[in-house]
């Protein structure tokens, strides 16, 4: 893989990692001048961009490694002035008369990016199903929006849509831009007078994609552009895919009809990959490295790093890099060691205060139910599930478990032990509860 195309490949997971308004200042600023197994280099244009570049380090280093399998040092350096080399104008005031316009965004895809690639289990399936039936058969739903919370794949959707599209439609217009992009071109053109110009970008698109559509919030002239936007597209046929991190109709437009048309579209939701679909997604990429992984560093990566597929993906990429380079055996305490980082943020020392908030959120119950006296089903349910761990967990007695959770008695706590234990081989649920639990808190006496 060249240069242009891992740097091409880093920049996507970047802006996916840190998010466009952070990396909006500065990344369209740096190169990756080099790619030496000992160090990567790369160049900024400018000192500020330099800073920025320096203050990311690890970011960097972290997507360089998952695109190239294995670790790399990173060195940032400053451009200096090279004659016939021209400055690289500023992203945020495009010239009027610059062709490139037309192809707004189109730096950002990464061109490996595919739907083939999108891993998937059991909770995202659906979502990739959808995403591949908008490449075969554009217009039949618009908008189509994806929404979910930050490492739950919306970008690989979007860019895999975006690569799929062209290859099978090359003649075809395709615009792809962050929302911030747009309303910040939308400002530039009018300050010109050069709103027809900016119209015909986005409205004559065959395929128009757009990130973070939940940006655009309180920029009513950006909302408004978008609706009519929206209605010119759907009324022509053309397919229009976004992506949020909040449901639509959650989010406070101040043109309330752009919230009606995303809202009336196909609303897809990506969430946080569950215990099954985190399994499934380690496997398959186990396999694709040839990884060899026992059955306890399967469990602790499946239990331990469940915040998003991208922290699943570079752990992987660490043991892969570790393996080839370093040589070690990945058993289960050279497995901790390693990702030490990655897990002790996630650790804490078992306790009922802890135990009590974790499984009322895991649950979808008030924290202060569980305290109560309150015999609603679901609540004593939850109950009885967080007695049972807490005492599982801390080595506190019965009565200290019991009186913590509205003084229950011993013989509540001991029933809630054995309940746990039937409900961790019977309900799947709890047993995710249960391992996540196990994984989030160490078993230690307070």
């Given at each position: 893989?060249?240069?242009?195309?891992?740097?091409?490949?880093?920049?996507?997971?970047?802006?996916?990692?840190?998010?466009?308004?952070?990396?909006?200042?500065?990344?369209?600023?740096?190169?990756?001048?080099?790619?030496?197994?000992?160090?990567?280099?790369?160049?900024?244009?400018?000192?500020?961009?330099?800073?920025?570049?320096?203050?990311?380090?690890?970011?960097?280093?972290?997507?360089?490694?998952?695109?190239?399998?294995?670790?790399?040092?990173?060195?940032?350096?400053?451009?200096?002035?090279?004659?016939?080399?021209?400055?690289?104008?500023?992203?945020?005031?495009?010239?009027?008369?610059?062709?490139?316009?037309?192809?707004?965004?189109?730096?950002?895809?990464?061109?490996?990016?595919?739907?083939?690639?999108?891993?998937?289990?059991?909770?995202?399936?659906?979502?990739?199903?959808?995403?591949?039936?908008?490449?075969?058969?554009?217009?039949?739903?618009?908008?189509?929006?994806?929404?979910?919370?930050?490492?739950?794949?919306?970008?690989?959707?979007?860019?895999?849509?975006?690569?799929?599209?062209?290859?099978?439609?090359?003649?075809?217009?395709?615009?792809?831009?962050?929302?911030?992009?747009?309303?910040?071109?939308?400002?530039?053109?009018?300050?010109?007078?050069?709103?027809?110009?900016?119209?015909?970008?986005?409205?004559?698109?065959?395929?128009?994609?757009?990130?973070?559509?939940?940006?655009?919030?309180?920029?009513?002239?950006?909302?408004?552009?978008?609706?009519?936007?929206?209605?010119?597209?759907?009324?022509?046929?053309?397919?229009?895919?976004?992506?949020?991190?909040?449901?639509?109709?959650?989010?406070?437009?101040?043109?309330?009809?752009?919230?009606?048309?995303?809202?009336?579209?196909?609303?897809?939701?990506?969430?946080?990959?569950?215990?099954?679909t985190r399994l499934s997604i380690i496997k398959a990429r186990t396999a694709a490295l040839s990884l060899q992984l026992d059955d306890q560093v399967l469990e602790l990566l499946t239990t331990g790093l469940e915040s998003s597929v991208r922290e699943l993906l570079c752990a992987l990429t660490q043991l892969d890099a570790h393996r080839r380079h370093v040589g070690c055996r990945l058993d289960l305490p050279t497995v901790r060691g390693i990702l030490s980082s990655m897990l002790r943020a996630r650790t804490e020392v078992a306790s009922l205060e802890g135990i009590s908030d974790f499984v009322a959120t895991r649950l979808g119950i008030d924290e202060e139910l569980l305290r109560s006296g309150s015999l609603r089903p679901q609540v004593a349910r939850a109950r009885q599930v967080?007695?049972?761990?807490?005492?599982?967990?801390?080595?506190?007695?019965?009565?200290?478990?019991?009186?913590?959770?509205?003084?229950?008695?011993?013989?509540?706590?001991?029933?809630?032990?054995?309940?746990?234990?039937?409900?961790?081989?019977?309900?799947?649920?709890?047993?995710?509860?249960?391992?996540?639990?196990?994984?989030?808190?160490?078993?230690?006496?307070?």
């Amino acid at each position: 893989m060249g240069v242009q195309k891992v740097w091409a490949a880093a920049r996507a997971r970047l802006q996916d990692e840190l998010g466009w308004i952070r990396t909006r200042p500065w990344l369209d600023e740096v190169d990756l001048r080099s790619c030496e197994p000992a160090e990567a280099v790369l160049e900024a244009a400018s000192a500020p961009a330099r800073d920025q570049a320096v203050a990311q380090q690890a970011a960097i280093g972290r997507a360089l490694a998952e695109v190239l399998g294995r670790p790399v040092p990173v060195r940032v350096v400053h451009r200096r002035s090279r004659g016939a080399r021209a400055p690289r104008k500023p992203v945020e005031q495009p010239a009027a008369d610059e062709p490139g316009d037309a192809h707004l965004g189109a730096d950002r895809v990464a061109e490996g990016v595919e739907l083939s690639s999108f891993l998937t289990g059991p909770k995202n399936e659906m979502p990739l199903r959808f995403a591949r039936r908008v490449v075969e058969e554009p217009g039949h739903w618009c908008p189509v929006v994806f929404y979910g919370e930050s490492g739950t794949g919306k970008t690989h959707l979007l860019q895999g849509i975006v690569n799929g599209y062209r290859r099978r439609y090359p003649g075809r217009r395709v615009v792809y831009a962050s929302s911030d992009r747009f309303a910040r071109q939308l400002s530039f053109m009018a300050r010109k007078r050069l709103g027809d110009r900016f119209r015909e970008l986005y409205r004559e698109a065959d395929l128009l994609v757009l990130e973070d559509v939940q940006d655009l919030a309180g920029k009513e002239a950006s909302e408004r552009e978008l609706t009519f936007t929206l209605d010119h597209l759907q009324a022509h046929r053309r397919q229009v895919v976004v992506s949020s991190s909040r449901l639509p109709r959650n989010i406070q437009y101040v043109e309330r009809s752009l919230g009606d048309r995303l809202s009336g579209g196909l609303v897809v939701p990506l969430e946080a990959p569950d215990r099954d679909t985190r399994l499934s997604i380690i496997k398959a990429r186990t396999a694709a490295l040839s990884l060899q992984l026992d059955d306890q560093v399967l469990e602790l990566l499946t239990t331990g790093l469940e915040s998003s597929v991208r922290e699943l993906l570079c752990a992987l990429t660490q043991l892969d890099a570790h393996r080839r380079h370093v040589g070690c055996r990945l058993d289960l305490p050279t497995v901790r060691g390693i990702l030490s980082s990655m897990l002790r943020a996630r650790t804490e020392v078992a306790s009922l205060e802890g135990i009590s908030d974790f499984v009322a959120t895991r649950l979808g119950i008030d924290e202060e139910l569980l305290r109560s006296g309150s015999l609603r089903p679901q609540v004593a349910r939850a109950r009885q599930v967080a007695m049972g761990i807490g005492r599982e967990l801390t080595g506190l007695t019965l009565r200290e478990v019991g009186v913590f959770f509205g003084q229950r008695s011993c013989a509540s706590v001991h029933a809630a032990q054995r309940k746990l234990a039937t409900l961790r081989e019977e309900d799947p649920r709890i047993r995710e509860v249960w391992e996540a639990a196990c994984a989030r808190f160490t078993r230690e006496q307070v």
